[in-house]
């Protein structure tokens, strides 16, 4: 039988109270992960933030406006009724497309983004203060039962308040998918 120890990563990314959402939202997608324990400097955690904070946020953002970035001001974005539909630059009219000499790379488009409420919002402010925690030696069928009892997707490994690790739905999802669990044939 599997416990929780046989699935957590142990390989855990964690942000603090103080880093801005634009941050965990960095953090996240550099990850490539939906969601972190929050840890203060002496690593004891503090709650959880999700992707799920982040959507919140930016549908409470009112003034989340792309379009205040101007990335082609050399266009002229009034329609030509008379333009030859093939033509690159009227097809990209509004600048979705960067030109191959535009100054802008990568992530620094999103630093001339104006201040948002993501620069201003931080991780403390959007986190979950509490945290759903389990034992390493926690049978899998038991972990099962917690996660979906608390429509969480994810649950922090902790022995003596010491964070050891992370387990998520995934984790058991792959389990199953890789015939760990010896579940029976349907």
Known sequence: MLNVS???????????????ARTFARVLADSEISGAPVVD??????????????????????????????LRPDIDRSPDPDADPDDAAEADAWGFFLPEDSPF????????VPETSFDT??????????TFSVEPGMPVAELC?????GRIHRALVVDDGELLGIVTSQDVLKAVSDGRLG????
């Open 145 to 149: 039962e917690f996660l979906v009892r």
């Open 105 to 112: 790379q990568g992530s620094e488009l999103l630093d001339q």
């Open 41 to 70: 400097a002496g690593g004891r955690v503090l709650g959880v933030a999700s992707a799920t904070d982040l959507v919140r946020l930016a549908a409470d953002e009112a003034d989340v406006r792309l379009s205040a970035v101007s």
């Open 121 to 130: 919002v931080t991780v403390g402010d959007l986190m979950t203060p509490v």
């Open 183 to 186: 579940l029976p044939d349907a």
């Open 6 to 20: 046989d699935l957590m990563k142990t390989d855990v990314v964690t942000v603090r109270p103080e880093d801005s």
